[in-house]
Each structure stands twice: as C-alpha cells, then as structure tokens.
C-alpha cells in the first residue's frame, strides 16, 4: 500500500475546521436522503459472491441507522463492528437499530455490535456517504485499507460533482460566493482506491432528483444533509433578510417539476474495492506482518 509518508493537505476549496465541526457535531437521526442512498447500496451486496462474517459500519448514525438494521437483517451471522467520532451514541443506535427477533436463538445477536479498535479487521467495510465531507480523503481510504481483511472489500457511496447544479447555478447568477465545496469526480475516486493499495475498484452513479413544496423545505432538507464547507463561502453569519433574499430567489429562479415542485439534482457516487494479497517487494531484507504473511501463505495454497 503506497501510504503517505507526509501528512495529506486539505481538499482544495474545502475548510478543514468546518469540516471537523460538521463530523463532530451530535445527532441522533440519519437523513432521508442517506437512508434512501444506503438502501439501494445494500441491494447490491447479494452481487458479491461470498457475503462477509463480520462487517464494519463507518459512521453508522449519519451513514443510515434504517440502512444498519436492514445490514442486520441480510448478514444475521456476520459479527458486526462500528468506528464513529461520538462513539457512545452510536453505539447506543445502532443498539436500537438493531432488528428484533422474538426466537431466544438470536437474542444474545441483539444485542448490538462492538466498538472497533485499531487492530480490527473485518471482511467488508461500509461507509454510506462520508468521503465527500472527509477534509483528507486519502489519509481515511489508508485507514479503510487496513481495517480490512486481506480478501475482504471496502463498499461506499458519496456525493458527486453534479450534486446543488441549480443551487450552484443559482448562486453564481446572484454573485454570491460558493454553495458548497466541490465533489469529487468517481474517476477520481477510482484513483485514490488504487492509491490507497486497493484493486479491482467499480465506480458508477446515478442521479436522484428531490422535489420541494416550497423553498423553506429546501433549505431544511440541505440542513440535515450537512453544511457549506467551501472555503470561499461567506465569512460571516447571514442575516434574515439575506435569507428572505435566499427564499425569493428559490422560489423564482429554482427549476421547477410538472407538477410545480422545486427540484435539486444529487449525483450519488457508488464504489466498491478489494483488499488484494499483498506484494512483497525484493529486497536483500524484508520486513512482513504476519497477517500479510499468513494471507499469502493462503493465496500460495490456492
């Protein structure tokens, strides 16, 4: 794994400090919208030949504590860790999220998963729209990488760049600065999966296209999906009248549906990839980790 011997700067055109802010604030609800996203990622989880025995949930609170019981539900065997900034609360909701059974067989399995610790490794990592909140992006996937079992795979979902197109369009025209920072292109996300020592990355995506009654409604569905984290966004607070100004334009400049309804277009990022049997390079003298050694040792006798 080529891992960065260098501390990874920023994403451009992201603020690091109000990155930090956002991922540490407290919550005890999961978005529609990322629920609805890691829905339709877990559909996809029946594509893998072989489902994992222990999984970890990245973020399980923001990332879908409906997508968590429904993982529950379809890998009822699979030990179950959870890695959050807020761990205790996490660990208490996916508690609850957990899927209840009235057979005494699967009680002691209700009881919830356990916290990760750095030394856990686990046959598929789920992180359900994190990366493009994430202010070092690369320095997360090299931590993904070795949470992972050799063999094992990483499964995610994020926003793309077409993501607020007439939020963004609408911004530009009023002169204001920037909505939202930019997301990152799957192409690019291929790349760092390949970086961060993973093979064999899939990348697709797809748009979903929300509709609003009214620009209030619009504006508290962006509030719980996270927040401005652009580094040319305005550098104080609003005042109200600004946010009057914010509504009028919505709601006359907005595209609207058929039916009359505002709309703002999410491009939703899917990826998957795989923790190969590590390469030892030749050297005189080779340092190895036994997991590694004992992984290729695996491999030879297949």
């Given at each position: 794994m080529?891992?960065?011997?260098?501390?990874?700067?920023?994403v451009?055109?992201?603020?690091?400090?109000?990155?930090?802010?956002w991922l540490?604030?407290?919550t005890?609800?999961s978005?529609?919208?990322?629920?609805?996203?890691?829905?339709?990622?877990?559909?996809?989880?029946?594509?893998?030949?072989?489902l994992?025995?222990?999984?970890?949930?990245?973020?399980?609170?923001?990332?879908?504590?409906?997508?968590?019981r429904?993982?529950?539900g379809?890998?009822?065997e699979?030990?179950c860790?959870?890695?959050?900034?807020?761990?205790?609360?996490?660990?208490?909701?996916?508690?609850?999220a957990?899927?209840?059974?009235?057979?005494?067989?699967q009680?002691?399995?209700a009881?919830?998963p356990?916290?990760?610790t750095?030394?856990?490794?686990v046959?598929?990592?789920?992180?359900?729209?994190?990366l493009?909140m994430?202010?070092?992006?690369?320095?997360?996937?090299?931590?993904?990488?070795?949470?992972?079992?050799?063999?094992?795979?990483?499964?995610f979902?994020?926003?793309?760049?077409?993501?607020?197109?007439e939020?963004r369009?609408?911004?530009?025209?009023?002169?204001?600065?920037?909505?939202?920072?930019?997301?990152t292109?799957?192409?690019?996300?291929?790349?760092m999966?390949?970086h961060?020592?993973f093979?064999e990355?899939?990348?697709?995506m797809?748009?979903?296209t929300?509709?609003?009654?009214?620009?209030a409604?619009?504006l508290?569905?962006?509030?719980g999906?996270?927040?401005?984290l652009?580094?040319?966004?305005?550098?104080?607070?609003?005042?109200?009248?600004?946010?009057?100004?914010?509504c009028?334009?919505i709601?006359?400049?907005?595209?609207?549906?058929?039916d009359?309804r505002l709309?703002?277009?999410?491009?939703?990022?899917?990826?998957?990839a795989?923790?190969?049997?590590?390469?030892?390079?030749?050297?005189?003298?080779t340092?190895?980790?036994?997991?590694?050694?004992?992984a290729?040792?695996?491999?030879?006798?297949?």
């Amino acid at each position: 794994m080529n891992t960065p011997t260098a501390p990874e700067n920023p994403v451009p055109g992201l603020d690091p400090v109000a990155a930090q802010r956002w991922l540490q604030r407290a919550t005890k609800t999961s978005p529609w919208l990322h629920e609805e996203v890691g829905s339709r990622m877990a559909d996809r989880l029946p594509w893998f030949r072989e489902l994992p025995t222990s999984w970890l949930h990245w973020e399980p609170v923001q990332g879908g504590l409906e997508v968590h019981r429904k993982l529950r539900g379809m890998l009822p065997e699979a030990a179950c860790h959870v890695v959050a900034r807020r761990l205790p609360e996490a660990l208490e909701a996916t508690r609850e999220a957990t899927t209840r059974s009235w057979n005494p067989l699967q009680w002691g399995r209700a009881a919830g998963p356990a916290a990760a610790t750095a030394e856990t490794r686990v046959r598929m990592l789920w992180a359900n729209m994190a990366l493009h909140m994430e202010p070092r992006p690369q320095t997360l996937l090299a931590r993904w990488h070795q949470q992972i079992e050799t063999d094992g795979f990483l499964m995610f979902s994020c926003l793309g760049p077409d993501s607020l197109k007439e939020l963004r369009a609408l911004y530009a025209a009023q002169s204001w600065p920037l909505p939202a920072h930019a997301f990152t292109d799957m192409h690019d996300w291929g790349d760092m999966l390949v970086h961060a020592g993973f093979a064999e990355p899939v990348m697709d995506m797809e748009r979903i296209t929300l509709s609003y009654s009214n620009a209030a409604a619009l504006l508290a569905e962006l509030r719980g999906l996270g927040r401005n984290l652009s580094d040319q966004r305005f550098g104080a607070c609003r005042s109200r009248r600004w946010h009057d100004r914010l509504c009028a334009a919505i709601e006359l400049d907005l595209p609207r549906s058929d039916d009359g309804r505002l709309v703002l277009t999410f491009e939703i990022i899917y990826g998957h990839a795989f923790k190969p049997v590590p390469r030892v390079p030749l050297a005189s003298s080779t340092s190895l980790a036994v997991d590694d050694m004992r992984a290729m040792l695996r491999a030879g006798r297949r």
